[in-house]
């Protein structure tokens, strides 16, 4: 049973730019929920995809955007960086209907300078 | 607005002692809560969670409690071990979907030998 991936782990942008982060879902999850944890902060829900459609979505504006495919990856998308969207960005999957929460990826580490 | 609430930051604990750490919330439409642990670089995991018609849910060492009057859980850890050192997530979600996990802050749990 394969984890769940995120690419890539680290990655240093600069202000304006624009940036995608990828996740592979764990094997036989359909659901995709994206979090934002800023230094000494819980994580923070962007949004969540199921079946490739968005299915709930956080306090975060339209730059932030996503994608699920039909295999259950999903990207991640954020337009127009600003310096306060440096933060560790988390992927998790799940079963929609499973009783035991989330399978976090290790995240990708994302640094607006 | 705060969500779900974790108002100790950090946390020390001889080895073989009892940890206690605390959370609380808001939104009395959250049925289902969880408890995760995340190392340095890693994601959060998985750990335990209680669904809204316990007030108790144990699994090994680990145990927590549910007091839905007050809004108030609890995880607690017996004994304490030095592999138990890391940063414990409360978190909550409405609807049996788990859609949209809201986390807490963060409790940073030290064990000392």
């Known amino acids: 049973e394969t984890g769940v991936t995120q690419s890539p782990t680290h990655l240093i942008k600069t202000r304006g730019q624009q940036v995608t982060l990828r996740c592979s879902s764990q094997?036989?999850?359909?659901?995709v929920s994206w979090y934002q944890q800023a230094l000494g902060q819980g994580p923070q829900f962007i949004f969540q995809?199921?079946?490739?459609?968005?299915?709930g979505r956080g306090n975060f504006p339209p730059r932030f955007s996503g994608l699920q495919f039909p295999n259950y990856s999903s990207e991640l998308n954020v337009n127009a960086l600003e310096l306060d969207d440096s933060a560790l960005y988390l992927c998790?999957?799940?079963?929609?209907?499973?009783?035991?929460?989330?399978?976090f990826g290790s995240g990708t580490r994302l640094t607006v300078v | 607005d705060q969500q779900v609430k974790q108002n100790s930051p950090s946390l020390s604990v001889q080895e073989g002692r009892i940890s206690i750490l605390n959370c609380d919330y808001t939104?009395?439409?959250?049925?289902?809560f969880l408890w995760y642990k995340k190392y340095p670089a890693e994601g959060p995991t998985f750990l335990i969670s209680?669904?809204?018609?316990?007030d108790k849910n144990e699994d090994g060492r680990f145990t927590v409690f549910l007091n839905k009057s007050a809004k108030h859980l609890s995880l607690h850890i017996v004994p304490s071990q030095p592999g138990d050192s890391a940063v414990y997530f409360c978190?909550?979600?409405?609807?049996?979907?788990?859609?949209?996990?809201?986390f807490g802050p963060g409790t940073s749990l030290s064990v000392i030998p």
């Open positions: 998790a999957s799940s079963q929609k209907s499973g009783p035991y929460g989330y399978t």
């Open positions: 094997s036989g999850h359909n659901t």
């Open positions: 995809y199921y079946r490739e459609e968005e299915n």
């Open positions: 939104n009395s439409m959250f049925d289902y």
């Open positions: 209680i669904s809204s018609i316990k």
């Open positions: 978190a909550a979600s409405a609807g049996t979907s788990y859609d949209k996990v809201i």
